[in-house]
């Protein structure tokens, strides 16, 4: 089955620096890609969504020149946490529409990366 | 009312035990529902898609009730391996698929 790459898995860094994620289709083109933040015993949270070529689109309250979304290619979205501060700790989850699927169906998610800021 | 409402739980059952958790959504032109699986720290799994007449995969059965706008998901012969966080997902008032906040299962020898 279609799988979604994500990476890194686990990062640490320190406060004032900036993190970029990478999610990657691995074996179908992903015309649009999402990105959410799931806090502990929480539900994830959509923060933006990805389509190759064209800007992000960002959810209510989601800093854009903060959280950083590039969509170059039909296989490869980054999102990068600029100046992370510690409250941007948290598990970033990406996922990808496989369009041969079919409708809203969003089954492929990444591995999720966890983001600890010191 | 928040626009697509889980129990948290957690629900606590024994093996063999049937269990159901429900799913509110208030947005009424909704047509796109799903279940997905989530274990701790891992990334959500899709479970099953919930369709207007009902999605059965062996021990789990989902249904849609659209009079009272909630899905269901029915576990039958709970294995602890069904140990883990139910999430649904509905559209909400925006029309953007948004996910419940969860239900947790743990099912007990």
């Known amino acids: 089955g279609a799988v979604v790459s994500q990476h890194p898995s686990r990062v640490i860094c320190k406060s004032g620096t900036s993190v970029k994620i990478e999610c990657r289709s691995l074996?179908?083109?992903?015309?649009?890609m999402f990105w959410y933040r799931q806090f502990p015993k929480q539900s994830l949270m959509l923060m933006a969504t990805?389509?190759?070529?064209?800007?992000?689109?960002?959810e209510q309250g989601v800093e854009k020149d903060k959280f950083l979304i590039n969509h170059a290619s039909l296989t490869l979205s980054t999102l990068t946490v600029t100046s992370a501060h510690p409250e941007d700790s948290s598990f970033y989850i990406c996922?990808?529409?496989?369009?041969?699927?079919?409708?809203?169906?969003?089954?492929?998610f990444g591995q999720g990366t966890r983001l600890t800021v010191v | 009312r928040k626009e697509v409402e889980q129990d948290p739980g957690p629900f606590n059952v024994p093996e063999g035990a049937t269990v159901a958790f429900n799913c509110t959504y208030s947005?009424?032109?909704?047509?796109?529902f799903f279940w997905y699986r989530q274990d701790c720290r891992k990334e959500p799994k899709l479970l099953m898609s919930?369709?207007?007449s009902g999605n059965e995969d062996g021990r789990f059965t989902a249904q849609l009730n659209r009079a009272s706008q909630y899905i269901s998901l029915l576990i039958r012969d709970s294995k602890l391996s069904d140990s883990a966080t139910y999430l649904c997902?509905?559209?909400?008032?925006?029309?953007?698929?948004?996910f419940g906040g969860g239900t947790r299962l743990m099912v007990k020898p």
């Open positions: 947005n009424s032109a909704s047509q796109s």
């Open positions: 997902k509905g559209r909400n008032a925006g029309n953007m698929l948004t």
């Open positions: 919930v369709y207007s």
């Open positions: 074996d179908f083109q992903a015309t649009t």
């Open positions: 996922s990808a529409r496989d369009p041969l699927v079919g409708g809203d169906t969003e089954a492929f």
């Open positions: 990805s389509n190759e070529g064209s800007k992000a689109t960002y």
